[in-house]
């Protein structure tokens, strides 16, 4: 059987050796979710958390199973503590299982030069306004389908007055870019950085990630930074990250995969 753990922290130990914010933000109950075999002694778990779902401990097909049932979106990134689980997330996936490159990005907190990042927040094109995400933009990033992930995992904006922030340009009143928290734990946040495709390539996602950093940095916050590309690593870089290392996670879209 599998259980949705009312005290996640049973399940710390299974992932111990994870460095992933999304993880902690399970594990500390302040979003997401955790399942395993045993509400005591988990030798299995799951953390679900958004479009992800990390898996640890003894390889178990029914959590997978399990996984797949519960989730309501129909797209999730499932990544798998080892082989044994890449094996199972691919006998219950098949083909509508993608393996794909994801690349961590060390955390080390003291890493920032303020002085530069600030520097960068004063490179704004002309027409451009830099500025938080308040009340009125969260609801409007909430039903905007590109930029919805900035915000799409908190209840409300109380929520995300509490645990999160983000910072984003306008265009004419309307975001075309910013940097803000998927999602939170205690201590800080995972920065989830997106450009409105008809406004890149003009530096304005640099520009939100260093104002986003440096609010978090006042907050005394660390922003989590998990790149889906290399793009995206190279503008970590430019940001004061380093790079750690790439690892392996299938995207599935649960609408076409049927259940083997």
Partial sequence: MVFELTQPQKAAALFEDWQESLIWSCLQGVMGRICADSRETPASAAALLGDFCFFAGKPDREMVMYVRT?????????????????????????????????????????????????????????????????????????????CRDWVSQYEDYQSFQRYGLGAVILKDGEPVSGASSYSSYLG?????????????????????????????????????????????????????????????????????????
């Avoid at 999730?76 to 890449?86: F, H, K, S, T, Y």
């Avoid at 003291?110 to 009340?135: C, N, S, W």
């Avoid at 690593?233 to 004061?240: C, I, P, S, T």
């Fill in 70 to 146: 519960v989730c309501r979106q129909d797209f999730i990134i499932l990544v798998p503590e080892d082989r044994g689980w890449a094996e199972i997330i691919e006998s219950c996936c098949g083909k509508h299982a993608k393996k794909v490159l994801r690349y961590a990005i060390k955390k080390e907190p003291h890493v920032f030069d303020r002085e530069k990042l600030q520097a960068m927040t004063g490179r704004l094109p002309q027409g451009y306004v830099l500025t938080m995400i308040d009340q009125r933009l969260f609801w409007h990033c909430r039903e905007t389908a590109w």
């Fill in 188 to 260: 800080g946040i995972e920065v989830e950085i997106d450009t409105r495709e008809d406004h890149r390539r003009k530096g304005l996602a640099g520009i939100c990630g260093a104002k986003l950093i440096l609010e978090c940095l006042k907050r005394g916050w660390y922003p989590s930074w998990d790149a889906q590309n290399l793009w995206s690593v190279a503008l970590a870089e430019k940001l004061g990250y380093h790079f750690d290392h790439e690892y392996e996670a299938y995207e599935v879209n649960l609408r076409e995969a049927p259940v083997l």
